[in-house]
């Protein structure tokens, strides 16, 4: 298995512009996790998926964060309008229930 | 308000020499797991701790959970340059289904 895969792995937006990043789960994860790493923050815990349903979003900062999973093997997390706060290295995990958590490589993204 | 506390937050070091990291919280954990981050990758499982006062061992690594399973360390004995990055404790939470992590510990070993 190739492991969980992010993209874009760079992304640098101008403020105000939609921002989409994308995660493909290790096959027949059913827990899915988007995370937000900063250097004041560390690693937050943004929203999680359990069999493709939103259980836990508490961690979203605000209305202008939503994230989707149509199905087993993909997610999305957007940010619109993006602000230059929102920078950060933004991780995607998945994880079958009860057992060790795989991250992606993350997607650093730059709004300027 | 962080639910899991780790100390220090930066250590530097030189090869060779032991050191110990900490994360507690005044919260009772089913189990605790220790992840280690290499810049620009995400975060590696290293081991979870379940039983109160369990040690594991992973080569140079020792890991501990409190009798009381509130609070873990990570020793390292005679640290190598391979040993830096960056080291985060993580518990299970909301009945195991939501994994939060501590800030992290920066380890930097010197040659």
């Known amino acids: 298995d190739a492991g969980v895969i992010q993209s874009p792995r760079h992304e640098v937006t101008e403020m105000g512009q939609e921002v989409t990043l994308r995660c493909k789960p290790i096959?027949?994860?059913?827990?899915l996790f988007w995370y937000r790493q900063t250097m004041m923050r560390g690693l937050e815990l943004l929203i999680y998926?359990?069999?493709?349903?939103?259980?836990?979003d508490s961690g979203m900062p605000e209305d202008r964060f939503s994230a989707k999973m149509p199905n087993a093997s993909f997610s999305t997390l957007k940010i619109q309008p993006s602000e230059p706060r929102d920078s950060a290295v933004y991780f995607c995990?998945?994880?079958?229930?009860?057992?060790?958590?795989?991250f992606g490589q993350g997607t650093r993204l730059t709004v300027v | 308000t962080q639910l899991l506390e780790q100390s220090p937050q930066f250590l530097s070091i030189q090869e060779g020499e032991n050191l110990t990291v900490y994360c507690n919280s005044s919260s009772v954990f089913s189990s605790l797991q220790w992840y280690r981050q290499e810049p620009g990758e995400g975060p590696v499982l290293l081991v979870t701790v379940v039983t109160g006062g369990e040690v594991k061992k992973l080569k140079r690594l020792t890991f501990q959970f409190g009798d009381a399973r509130k609070d873990s360390s990570l020793h390292i004995t005679a640290a190598q340059p391979g040993d830096t990055g960056l080291y985060l404790c993580?518990?299970?939470?909301?009945?195991?289904?939501?994994?939060?992590f501590g800030q992290g510990t920066e380890l930097s070993v010197k040659p």
């Open positions: 096959s027949g994860h059913n827990s």
């Open positions: 995990a998945s994880r079958l229930q009860g057992i060790e958590a795989f």
């Open positions: 993580a518990i299970l939470y909301n009945q195991g289904g939501k994994l939060i």
């Open positions: 998926f359990n069999n493709n349903v939103p259980i836990d």
